[in-house]
Each structure stands twice: as C-alpha cells, then as structure tokens.
C-alpha cells in the first residue's frame, strides 16, 4: 500500500493542469485587458500573482512533506 490509488493520482494531476490552465488564461487576459481598462487588469495582475503564490507554495510544502508517509514504517 505504498502506492497511492490511482484515482487520487489521477485527481491531484488534473487539480494542478487546472491551476496552470487558469494562470495561463489569466495571463492571456491580463495582456489584452491592460490595453483597454487599466482596472480591470489591476484586478487580473491581483489574481495572477495570487495563483503564482499559491503554486510556488503547493511546490514547497511537496518538498518538505513529501517523506512524511515513509518515515511512519
């Protein structure tokens, strides 16, 4: 019972190819909104750099916590 089950894999890949589908699409919008209304794209600037704190912190705590479930054996 090392392995996860293969839904929970499959479930935690899907989670993170959303995440960098919203960023991108954020990104996207950012660059064609800050053109046009530079309020609106104050907002996406929020939310972009938002969602790349949330990565960069999911990818830390994978670092540190990743060997919690071997060092229980």
């Not at 090392?2 to 989670?15: A, C």
């Not at 046009?36 to 600037?45: C, G, H, Q, R």
Request: proline letters at 1%.
């Amino acid at each position: 019972m090392d392995d996860l089950p293969f839904l929970v894999v499959l479930i935690r890949r899907l989670r993170a190819v959303v995440v960098w589908i919203v960023a991108a699409i954020f990104a996207v919008l950012l660059y064609f909104d800050f053109t046009e209304d530079e309020y609106v794209a104050s907002i996406l600037t929020s939310v972009f750099i938002f969602l790349i704190f949330v990565i960069v912190v999911t990818i830390i705590l994978k670092k540190f916590f990743s060997g919690n479930n071997k060092d229980k054996e």
